[in-house]
């Protein structure tokens, strides 16, 4: 089991950035997938990105290509989110997932989560 804590969350107004980070424990941080996923209120949770285990590749879902950045530091055991040109829409719970499987065009979520971090953009 691989444990997370995700940062980062806060108010931002609509254009702005923040960057979400995850920290991992628990099992080698360079032998597994990362990704991101959102949960607004009312809404079910969805996908956002994911990056293979060498940082080698990445998947976005279309609602934020272009806009967003996930990267890894696998010296640090850390996962980042970096979110530009925020919108209103954007505003959600971010959780941070572990230990996924990576597909060639698609991520499926690992069963490691973390606490979820407040995501808030103002218009």
């Known amino acids: 089991q691989v444990q997370l804590v995700e940062s980062g969350g806060g108010l931002v107004q609509a254009g702005g950035s923040l960057r979400l980070s995850c920290a991992a424990s628990g099992r080698t941080f360079s032998s597994y997938a990362m990704g991101w996923f959102r949960q607004a209120p009312g809404k079910e949770r969805e996908f956002v990105a994911a990056?293979?285990?060498?940082?080698?590749?990445?998947h976005y879902a279309d609602s934020v290509k272009g806009r967003f950045t996930i990267s890894r530091d696998n010296a640090k055991n850390t996962v980042y989110l970096q979110m530009n040109s925020l919108k209103p829409e954007d505003t959600a719970v971010y959780y941070c997932?572990?230990?996924?499987?990576?597909?060639?065009?698609?991520?499926?979520?690992?069963?490691?989560w973390g606490q979820g971090t407040q995501v808030t953009v103002s218009s």
């Open positions: 997932n572990a230990d996924g499987t990576f597909y060639d065009s698609d991520y499926e979520a690992g069963g490691s």
């Open positions: 990056i293979r285990w060498n940082g080698g590749s990445t």
